[in-house]
């Protein structure tokens, strides 16, 4: 951990002169252990590297973080996870990381643990915001994540914004064919959020580009690095656009901006 907090004290100290952390969100990879494997077509491993590239040609000389946010794998193998440390090995930004639901948890954590600049963080602390990291790995809130969320919330002292990043939606994105995978327990989640200094949500899952406010929160999604569903859609229906999404964190505010091609 003292490498953790190195690295986020190097950031606040970079970014008080113009109070600005850009964070880049990447979701969704569905990785494989076989390159030539594919998702509905879409051969995910190759999406992933040309994803990357476009960071590492376009964005990462003023990035912060990266923000990794489940459904790492979609073969739970060890080799899923170390094409991850493999391609991201161009790049020197510290990488928080959940799981999704594809995800083997287990073998994600023993393959990302000496991985340098992979983190699995539960709290991080920028500029005016505090967030907070959820595993929805089976599809709802354990208690023992709730009891964390209600916890954290508790501690934390001031003024400062909140973001929880998680991998489930907590709310209807407006897709059936991604809401009927909805975060399950999402009634507890709000129960506990509501009323406090909670003014974000990160999320994945949804394989598109969302971006509204429910009970007072808004809630962001990022497009998926292999494929995205259509939005509005009640069947299968793809859509072979790629992405990712860049966040920009001042202490009062963020704005968001989706990359897709």
Not at 85 to 111: A, C, Q
Not at 137 to 156: F, Q, V
Request: with cysteine; net charge negative; charged share 25%.
């Amino acid at each position: 951990m003292r490498m953790l907090s190195e690295k986020i004290n190097m950031i606040k100290s970079a970014k008080l002169k113009d109070n600005i952390v850009k964070v880049i969100q990447l979701s969704d990879t569905h990785l494989f252990a076989d390159d030539d494997a594919d998702i509905f077509g879409a051969k995910s491993n190759i999406k992933f590297k040309e994803v990357v590239e476009k960071i590492l040609d376009e964005d990462s000389h003023d990035a912060d973080i990266i923000f990794l946010t489940g459904d790492v794998s979609q073969d739970e193998t060890d080799q899923s996870y170390q094409k991850v440390i493999d391609i991201f090995s161009k790049l020197t930004i510290p990488v928080y990381w959940i799981p999704g639901n594809h995800d083997n948890f287990e073998r994600m954590k023993v393959v990302f643990k000496d991985a340098k600049n992979f983190f699995q963080a539960r709290h991080l602390t920028l500029p005016g915001w505090n967030l907070i990291f959820l595993n929805t790995k089976d599809g709802y809130l354990p208690d023992s994540e709730l009891a964390l969320l209600k916890n954290t919330i508790a501690t934390l002292a001031g003024d400062a914004n909140i973001a929880i990043v998680m991998h489930h939606h907590p709310a209807e994105v407006g897709t059936p064919l991604v809401d009927h995978y909805i975060l399950q327990n999402r009634n507890e989640f709000w129960d506990i959020i509501t009323g406090t200094q909670v003014k974000l949500i990160i999320c994945g899952h949804v394989h598109g580009d969302y971006k509204f406010k429910y009970r007072d929160v808004m809630i962001e999604s990022t497009p998926a690095t292999c494929l995205q569903w259509q939005q509005g859609t009640k069947d299968l229906k793809i859509d072979s656009k790629i992405g990712f999404k860049i966040y920009y964190f001042t202490p009062a505010d963020y704005t968001a901006i989706a990359k897709l091609w």
